[in-house]
């Protein structure tokens, strides 16, 4: 006897009195075939529609046995009586619409025709253990199949379906693991599930807003549901929160069949309450009163694995084009990176076939930027992270100050972006700031393009312009090890400095002296400045008490303004460079507000952020 393909075996047939007018064929039978033969074959029979339609879309793996026993009316044949016991045996179980696979499951199921009469299964999902028992179905829900689940689930199993179900690959961002607890629903082909989990024990590696200690409670509840739509393919709606509101997010899946899309779209909010997605995609944003933007960007390059974004099963968009993930929002009155402040800001990175476009806007900064990640690379390698091009319109760097709390450096991760194992790992850059300011001083313009290198850990500054009115700076340089620590072959802890050559033109000193504010000191001088500057660490890692090196003063025909007067005076009457200008009875410059000069010249050098000179020569 067959189902299917799927043999029947130890079959007996009885009919107790063949003379009876409504005779009864009795059948006992074992289906002779895995999980995966028993569930095919079940939906080869009138049986497919019962356990509420639970197994319809189901596959399984691994060994089990189904018996049937069958009650014939001879006459009545479609009032046939069913009841089965299928018996799993370390099987495996996938059920559709996001639900986490089961594995190792082993427990019985015994059901009649008309419905599940009891089940009881021990496994594993989510990465750790699952106890599944049938529960009293609700009694509106006729011909349905009703279950609770208790269980552990680990952090890697639930990162494990965050990137199937949701193309959302994380990678360590979750540890430990947390008790839940679901209600399950399955009617007309139709599945809905309610998880409630305390979250405690399970720990989130990621800065604020998203950050989680496993002693903490976020009372977090999960929903799903199906619904069938009018062209007759089904949709799974999931809907998560937790208490506090630290996550909640609504995700809409279409479901495979005949009519389906391959649609899936939804949004998390992280610190905010999620709205009804609207396009296809996830959308992730982030909500706080302050977030520190340099561990943001460490944790992403550390805790998702953009190399494995478009590859889940939930995933319509395909690889290297980001997958799911179609945007992310940013909105906080306070935003910090790498010792520099913005506030008010707002900012959407949008994907584009794999390119991210960024809109950025604050009251420091406005522009776009435009990020091709190198997918080749994950935390542990030596390549780039890929190509960054940005245009500002603003770029005003705010001194740091107290903007809110601070991540303790004991719970969090700390930014490891600025050693100098990381220097062949940033990005190319390419930067355009049309208003560039340090602080509150208007340097003008900036252009910068840098790249890693490719022979040795730096990071090579092959061109910056800094230009204003009143000057024009051009240099180049690197970030690379100091001289003499470049024996250690350890570089998250070697030693390193950015260098830079610089060479200045000036076309006012008295204008450039204004915009570093120091107005009132000279009139006119034009002039040259050159030399070599350094300071420990990455190029972000720049304060004055660090800067050390020297530079070269050529400073031509001008006038201080605020000298001392008597001193002032005797100096340029006693100049004998000024003698022409006493011969033809030339003393305006006596009495005006300073002193004039035809050449200032001399070599100024900075250590630990002082400055000093031993040439000095005022012409």
């Given at each position: 006897?067959?189902?299917?393909?799927?043999?029947?075996?130890?079959?007996?047939?009885?009919?107790?009195?063949?003379?009876?007018?409504?005779?009864?064929?009795?059948?006992?039978?074992?289906?002779?075939?895995?999980?995966?033969?028993?569930?095919?074959?079940?939906?080869?029979?009138?049986?497919?529609?019962?356990?509420?339609?639970?197994?319809l879309?189901?596959?399984?793996?691994?060994?089990?046995?189904?018996?049937?026993?069958?009650?014939?009316?001879?006459?009545?044949?479609?009032?046939?009586?069913?009841?089965?016991?299928?018996?799993?045996?370390?099987?495996?179980?996938?059920?559709?619409?996001?639900?986490?696979?089961?594995?190792?499951?082993?427990?019985?199921i015994?059901?009649?025709?008309?419905?599940?009469?009891?089940?009881?299964?021990?496994?594993?999902?989510?990465?750790?253990?699952?106890?599944?028992?049938?529960?009293?179905?609700?009694?509106?829900?006729?011909?349905a199949?009703?279950?609770?689940?208790?269980?552990?689930?680990?952090?890697?199993?639930?990162?494990?379906?965050?990137?199937?179900?949701?193309?959302?690959?994380?990678?360590?961002?979750?540890?430990?693991?947390?008790?839940?607890?679901?209600?399950?629903?399955?009617?007309?082909?139709?599945?809905?599930?309610?998880?409630?989990?305390?979250?405690?024990?399970?720990?989130?590696?990621?800065p604020?807003?998203?950050?989680?200690?496993?002693?903490?409670?976020?009372?977090?509840?999960?929903?799903?549901?199906?619904?069938?739509?009018?062209?007759?393919?089904?949709?799974?709606?999931?809907?998560?929160?937790?208490?506090?509101?630290?996550?909640?997010?609504?995700?809409?899946?279409?479901?495979?069949?005949?009519?389906?899309?391959?649609?899936?779209?939804?949004?998390?909010?992280?610190?905010?309450?999620?709205?009804?997605?609207?396009?296809?995609?996830?959308?992730?944003?982030?909500?706080?009163?302050?977030?520190?933007?340099?561990?943001?960007?460490?944790?992403?390059?550390?805790?998702?694995?953009?190399?494995?974004?478009?590859?889940?099963s939930?995933?319509?968009?395909?690889?290297?084009?980001?997958?799911g993930?179609?945007?992310?929002?940013?909105?906080?009155?306070?935003?910090?990176?790498?010792?520099?402040?913005?506030?008010?800001?707002?900012?959407?990175?949008?994907?584009?076939?794999?390119?991210?476009?960024?809109?950025?806007?604050?009251?420091q900064?406005?522009g776009?930027?435009?990020?091709?990640?190198?997918?080749?690379?994950?935390?542990?390698?030596?390549?780039?992270?890929?190509?960054?091009?940005?245009?500002?319109?603003?770029?005003?760097?705010?001194?740091?100050?107290?903007?809110?709390?601070?991540?303790?450096?004991s719970?969090?991760?700390?930014?490891?972006?600025?050693?100098?194992?990381?220097?062949?790992?940033?990005?190319?850059?390419?930067?355009?700031?049309?208003?560039?300011?340090?602080?509150?001083?208007?340097?003008?313009?900036?252009?910068?393009?840098?790249?890693?290198?490719?022979?040795?850990?730096?990071?090579?500054?092959?061109?910056?312009?800094?230009e204003?009115?009143?000057?024009?700076?051009?240099?180049?340089?690197?970030?690379?090890?100091?001289?003499?620590?470049?024996?250690?072959?350890?570089?998250?802890?070697?030693?390193?400095?950015?260098?830079?050559?610089i060479?200045?033109?000036?076309r006012?000193?008295?204008?450039?002296?204004?915009?570093?504010?120091?107005?009132?000191?000279?009139?006119?001088?034009?002039?040259?400045?050159?030399?070599?500057?350094?300071?420990?660490?990455?190029?972000?890692?720049?304060?004055?008490?660090?800067?050390?090196?020297?530079?070269?003063?050529?400073?031509?025909?001008?006038?201080?303004?605020?000298?001392?007067?008597?001193?002032?005076?005797?100096?340029?009457?006693?100049?004998?460079?000024?003698?022409?200008?006493?011969?033809?009875?030339?003393?305006?410059?006596?009495?005006?507000?300073?002193?004039?000069?035809?050449?200032?010249?001399?070599?100024?050098?900075?250590?630990?952020?002082?400055?000093?000179?031993?040439?000095?020569?005022?012409?």
């Open positions: 006897s067959r189902i299917g393909v799927n043999p029947l075996v130890r079959v007996t047939g009885e009919i107790v009195d063949v003379l009876d007018p409504h005779p009864i064929l009795k059948m006992r039978g074992q289906f002779d075939s895995d999980l995966g033969g028993i569930i095919e074959s079940f939906r080869a029979t009138p049986l497919r529609n019962e356990l509420g339609g639970l197994l879309s189901a596959s399984g793996a691994g060994p089990a046995r189904l018996d049937l026993d069958l009650a014939i009316d001879l006459n009545k044949t479609d009032e046939t009586q069913v009841l089965g016991r299928l018996e799993m045996i370390g099987s495996d179980l996938s059920l559709e619409g996001g639900i986490p696979d089961f594995q190792r499951l082993s427990g019985v015994e059901f009649s025709g008309q419905s599940l009469l009891s089940l009881s299964l021990k496994g594993n999902s989510l990465g750790g253990a699952v106890d599944i028992q049938s529960t009293p179905k609700p009694l509106d829900a006729s011909r199949t009703a279950l609770r689940a208790t269980g552990t689930a680990k952090a890697s199993g639930i990162e494990s379906w965050m990137a199937d179900a949701l193309d959302l690959p994380l990678k360590g961002a979750l540890s430990g693991e947390t008790a839940y607890e679901v209600d399950f629903l399955a009617q007309g082909g139709l599945t809905s599930l309610d998880v409630r989990s305390s979250m405690r024990g399970l720990a989130v590696r990621l604020r807003p998203a950050r989680k200690l496993a002693t903490q409670e976020w009372g977090m509840r999960v929903r799903m549901s199906q619904t069938r739509q009018a062209n007759g393919s089904r949709l799974a709606r999931w809907t998560l929160q937790s208490e506090g509101r630290q996550i909640s997010g609504i995700v809409e899946q279409s479901l495979p069949g005949p009519a389906a899309t391959g649609r899936i779209r939804g949004q998390f909010a992280l610190g905010a309450l999620a709205t009804e997605p609207r396009v296809d995609g996830i959308l992730v944003r982030l909500v706080s009163p302050t977030i520190d933007l340099g561990r943001w960007l460490d944790a992403l390059d550390k805790r998702f694995d953009f190399n494995a974004l478009g590859t889940g939930g995933s319509v968009i395909s690889q290297r084009s980001a997958g993930l179609r945007a992310i929002e940013l909105q906080t009155p306070s935003m910090r990176l790498e010792g520099h402040r913005f506030d008010t800001v707002s900012a959407r990175a949008s994907n584009q076939n794999g390119i991210w476009m960024i809109d950025l806007e604050s009251q900064a406005q776009r930027l435009r990020w091709q990640p190198n997918f080749g690379t994950d935390a542990k390698s030596s390549q780039s992270r890929g190509a960054l091009t940005a245009q500002f319109g603003r770029l005003w760097l705010t001194t740091l100050g107290d903007t809110g709390p601070r991540e303790d450096e719970e969090q991760d700390t930014n490891s972006l600025t050693r100098l194992s990381e220097a062949r790992r940033w990005p190319s850059v390419t930067l355009r700031v049309e208003d560039f300011r340090y602080g509150p001083k208007p340097l003008g313009s900036l252009d910068l393009d840098a790249s890693p290198s490719a022979t040795e850990p730096a990071w090579i500054v092959s061109r910056l312009t800094l204003n009115k009143d000057a024009t700076l051009s240099g180049s340089g690197k970030w690379a090890a100091l001289s003499s620590a470049s024996g250690n072959r350890n570089l998250a802890t070697t030693p390193s400095e950015t260098s830079l050559v060479d200045m033109s000036i006012s000193s008295q204008g450039l002296l204004s915009r570093m504010g120091h107005p009132g000191l000279l009139r006119d001088t034009p002039g040259e400045v050159k030399g070599k500057l350094a300071w420990d660490g990455s190029p972000t890692d720049y304060k004055l008490s660090r800067l050390r090196g020297q530079l070269s003063l050529d400073l031509r025909q001008g006038q201080f303004l605020k000298a001392d007067p008597g001193l002032a005076k005797l100096i340029s009457v006693l100049n004998l460079q000024s003698l022409p200008r006493r011969i033809t009875l030339d003393f305006r410059d006596i009495f005006s507000a300073g002193f004039a000069y035809d050449r200032v010249r001399g070599d100024v050098e900075f250590s630990n952020g002082q400055a000093k000179t031993s040439n000095l020569r005022i012409l």
